[in-house]
């Protein structure tokens, strides 16, 4: 089995910045990619942010969000800059992650348990 753990979200004023973390642990054999998910009330969830073979961005936090990873230590980060109220949102981190099984291996996604930011005007 997989955890995911997310930290560091809180409340910021507008133009400010927040870095939260999520930490995945478990029999984690590779872990593919690492994606950041916001969830604004009566919205959908939606992907920002995605580390994998290649890195992308929606266009609504380009210029403003970076994601990175610390492989080692199966860490993926979001550095958010110059924060917007129409940022705040639950942001939940996914991870799609391989295990090894008695017979084999699986790949399946993951997914924290959500962590709020909010962000004022």
């Known amino acids: 089995q997989v955890q995911l753990v997310e930290s560091g979200g809180g409340l910021v004023q507008g133009g400010g910045s927040l870095r939260p973390s999520c930490a995945a642990s478990?029999?984690?054999?590779?872990?593919?990619?690492m994606g950041w998910h916001p969830q604004a009330p009566g919205k959908e969830r939606e992907l920002v942010a995605v580390s994998g073979g290649s890195i992308n961005y929606a266009d609504s936090v380009k210029g403003r969000f970076t994601i990175s990873r610390d492989n080692a230590k199966n860490l993926v980060y979001l550095q958010m800059n110059s924060l917007k109220p129409e940022d705040t949102a639950v942001y939940y981190c996914?991870?799609?992650?391989?295990?090894?099984?008695?017979?084999?291996?699986?790949?399946?996604?993951?997914w924290g348990q959500g962590i709020q930011v909010t962000v004022s005007s």
């Open positions: 478990g029999s984690i054999l590779s872990i593919v990619n």
């Open positions: 996914n991870a799609r992650v391989t295990t090894r099984l008695p017979m084999g291996t699986k790949t399946h996604t993951y």
